[in-house]
């Protein structure tokens, strides 16, 4: 059974950072290696929608971010460990949130919810101002 595990969460101050991981386990999906998967963070805060956040292709060489994190996060996978990481600075108030790691079989961006196959149970991320 594949497993999505993000870590890392907790209470930070505005204008901080946090750092984010994701490992994915199980083997592999469909046959393909964990580490050919696009990954993607959401996020929800109380009382919203789930939100995207960043994504990053299968091989790393692309990332993609939502207007509201681009200049400030970053996404980054290290496929011989199978995890991901989104390294979160100049952190804002609104930023508070239960931060979500999710993997897909695919080669491209995936930015929407349910275009994504497996999720892990999230993280929370509590910015004070």
């Known amino acids: 059974q594949v497993q999505v595990v993000e870590s890392g969460g907790g209470l930070a101050q505005a204008g901080g950072s946090l750092s984010l991981s994701c490992a994915a386990s199980g083997g592999t999906f469909s046959g393909q290696p964990v580490s050919s998967y696009a990954m993607g963070w959401f996020r929800q805060a109380s009382g919203h929608e789930r939100e995207f956040v960043a994504a990053i292709n299968w091989s790393g060489s692309r990332t993609y971010y939502s207007d509201s994190v681009k200049g400030r996060f970053a996404f980054s996978r290290d496929d011989a460990e199978n995890t991901v990481t989104l390294q979160m600075n100049s952190l804002k108030p609104e930023d508070t949130a239960v931060y979500y790691c999710?993997?897909?079989?695919?080669?491209?961006?995936?930015?929407?919810?349910?275009?994504?196959?497996?999720w892990g149970q999230g993280t929370q991320v509590t910015v004070s101002s």
């Open positions: 999710a993997a897909v079989d695919g080669s491209y961006i995936y930015t929407e919810v349910y275009e994504y196959d497996w």
